[in-house]
């Protein structure tokens, strides 16, 4: 082949241009739509699967088509049109020359493709999507071990350039015992592994990972790659769930106890013993206020313990306490009702048991309302068994009191083989003072015999009023001469009663009968009174205003 005279001038020859003719039949064997036209787009022929593509050129809308003419032979072009049945078609159009002068204009359909390349475009975006929804980070490791791949938005405060090359590893928390094999390089899949790691801040997170390993053809372990979602929030709620769930259980426990005590002395005593118990404490103490001294008296103790005084003197500026004192560790509280102070409470723990938790400073408040409840009920049956035991006028024991508390101390001493005396009083002439002076004027005279009949026993004695003007007095392991000796005291200084007497002829005075009880005599208490009851009537009947001395009891024979 030689060249052209232009060739040979050096000039720029354009390649020839191919043409081709098309026949009916080759044109109908085409596979795709295919379709022969003018050089102005009118349409000649077509075969039997470019209805679409025809129905676009007759109507004008193959917007591609003043390209194709005019770039005939050159990249194909994408064409969306309306399918016969619905919907649309995408046809890959390329226009080709040929020898008469027409455009060959050839469709691929591509509609498959493009849907099969769309769906697979929004699946791997919905996983993207699911994945960072159902997860906080996703992750990959390779067959070192270490981090390729982190989410982009990385993990734990750390970016994901942080983290990849890096081990896992090197994130498990200090809380968690490494396991044997981390579920970061498990073999095998892992679903929602409970895992601690730390965090940028120093914090550690909880995540529940799961994961499936990467295998080779060979079966051989190439990674693994997995999701991790933190659930620290859950499980501290969890935790904190739990630990409440603890105190109430553990509180329950303490207020059963204190509540199954039908003492109420014992209340205080079993709430002591059980708040020690369930707080692991080496010790406890349990204080009331007594009203009478404004201050702390120890109501109940268990186990052992340091020096309450500094606890004690500290509630002046604050209502806790929680030092280390002297080797103990001290946890303590005040209690209280009605927002008034009413005791406190104090736990101790030696320093083999360790420090108090904040559990533990949370469950002592909770007690300490308890005990502060405890410790009213107690003060009120205090109150109401006074008020039962006592006469109303002078405070000292009544009459029912009074024997309750002899017969115990007769039966003891009977026991011991010590003495006791039993004196009784009776006002001389106490009537007239009511009808001279009026029932105020009789109080006060009551009242100064009590001061009297007080000032003239022991403490260890009982001094009682028994009813209107009769007063009974007990001398606690009192022989004959001191009974006799307490009856000319009192008798002494009885002209103190002077003043409130209703008459001078007749002076409000005493009549004195005293028994004395030996120690060795078999007599019963109901014969000591009697005895005592008869020497006070005799002296009334003699003339009032002396003493008398019972004579010993009769021996009586069995």
Sequence with gaps: MSASPDAKRGRRVEPPRLEFSLGAAALSAYPGAAALLARDGTLIATNGRAEALSTAIIEGRLTQLPALLEGTGGHALMETLPA???????????????????????????TLERNLRSALVESRQRYKDLVEISSDFAWEVGADGRFVFVSPKGALGFSADELVGRSPADFIGTTEAPPETSPFISALAVEDAEVWMKQADGTEACVLLSSTPILGDQG???GARGVCRDVTQERLRDAALSRANNRERLLSYIVRTIRDEVDPADMLRAAAEATARALGATGCQIFRIIPEASDFALAAQYGDGGDEKPVLDSFIASDHFDEDLDGWHCLSTVSRYRQSINGAILLWRD?????????????????????????????NHERIVR??????????????????EIARRFHRLSREHKPAALIYVDLDNFKLVNDAHGHHTGDQALLAVRDLLLQHTRPIDIVARLGGDEFAIWLEGA?????????????????????????????????????????????????????ADKAMYEVKRDGKGDWRLAPPPLVREH
């Design 84 to 110: 016969a049945g619905g919907g649309t078609v995408v046809l890959e159009l390329a226009a080709l020359p040929t020898e008469d002068g027409h455009v060959l204009l050839l469709g691929r359909d591509v």
């Design 351 to 379: 320093r083999a048991r360790g420090v108090w938790s904040d559990d533990d400073r949370l469950l002592i408040d909770d007690v300490a309302n308890q005990v502060g409840l405890a410790s009213e009920q107690i003060a």
């Design 220 to 222: 051989d372990w190439r």
């Design 387 to 404: 008020l039962s035991r006592t006469d109303s006028l002078t405070g000292l024991f009544n009459r029912r009191a009074f024997f309750e």
């Design 479 to 531: 022989e004959e001469r001191i009974a006799v000796q307490r009856c000319q005291d009192l008798l002494a200084a009885a002209d103190v009663l002077a003043p409130f007497s209703g008459s001078g002829e007749r002076p409000l005075h005493m009549s004195l009968g005293v028994a004395v009880h030996e120690g060795e005599s078999p007599e019963n208490l109901d014969d000591l009174v009697a005895r």
